[in-house]
Nanobody, 116 residues
């Protein structure tokens, strides 16, 4: 069974930084797309960043230049480095591992709160 466990969330002041981690178990980490998504209160879950097994990345316009996704296949872990945080980045952040429509897993989420 696949498990994704996020960590690294917390409370930070506007302009600060956080690094989220997502550790995967029960799965061969490669050959998939890893991603970070977020959901703010009253809003739909949205894509933040994804990275394929080949290294290609995709970012939401709102985080380009501030957030960086990186994966370490040897450690079965994907990271999200978040810099220059803004109050509007406040949300629950979720990790996702997807191979195809039948193999698509989510973590439990980690709260990020940015105070202005």
């Amino acid at each position: 069974q696949v498990h994704l466990v996020e960590s690294g969330g917390g409370l930070v002041q506007s302009g600060g930084s956080l690094r989220l981690s997502c550790a995967a178990s029960g799965v061969i980490f490669g050959y998939n797309t890893m991603g970070w998504y977020r959901q703010a209160p009253g809003k739909q879950r949205e894509l933040v960043a994804t990275q394929t097994s080949g290294g290609s990345t995709n970012y939401a316009d709102s985080v380009k230049g501030r957030f960086t996704i990186a994966r370490d296949n040897a450690k079965n872990t994907v990271y999200l480095q978040m810099n220059s945080l803004k109050a509007e980045d406040t949300a629950v952040y979720y990790c996702r591992a997807r191979w195809n429509s039948n193999l698509d897993y989510w973590g439990q989420g980690t709260q990020v709160t940015v105070s202005s």
